[in-house]
């Protein structure tokens, strides 16, 4: 798909020096810096995910739950000794 995008002419002339260096079209540079970027913010958006889950106490039910799994486990392994 064809856009048209307004860009700074020193970071134009950066990412052109950058595709002839690399064998690249401006297009294909251009494509490949937005995906590494979207595929990098990706992977930030779900460490921000996993540090909110395990950053707090679990609440009383799951720590309920937890103990009543720990109890059970206990119960298994002792009678099977």
């Not at 995906?35 to 679990?58: C, D, H």
């Amino acid at each position: 798909m064809k856009t048209a995008i307004s860009v700074d002419g020193e970071l134009l002339g950066d990412a052109d020096r950058i595709a002839r260096d690399m064998g690249l079209s401006r297009s294909r540079l251009i494509a490949l810096a937005l995906e590494a970027y979207i595929r990098q913010r990706r992977q930030e958006e779900i460490t921000e995910q996993l540090n909110r889950v395990y950053s707090g106490e679990p609440d009383p039910a799951e720590r309920a739950l937890t103990k009543k799994m720990k109890a059970k486990f206990r119960s298994v392994i002792r009678d099977r000794w």
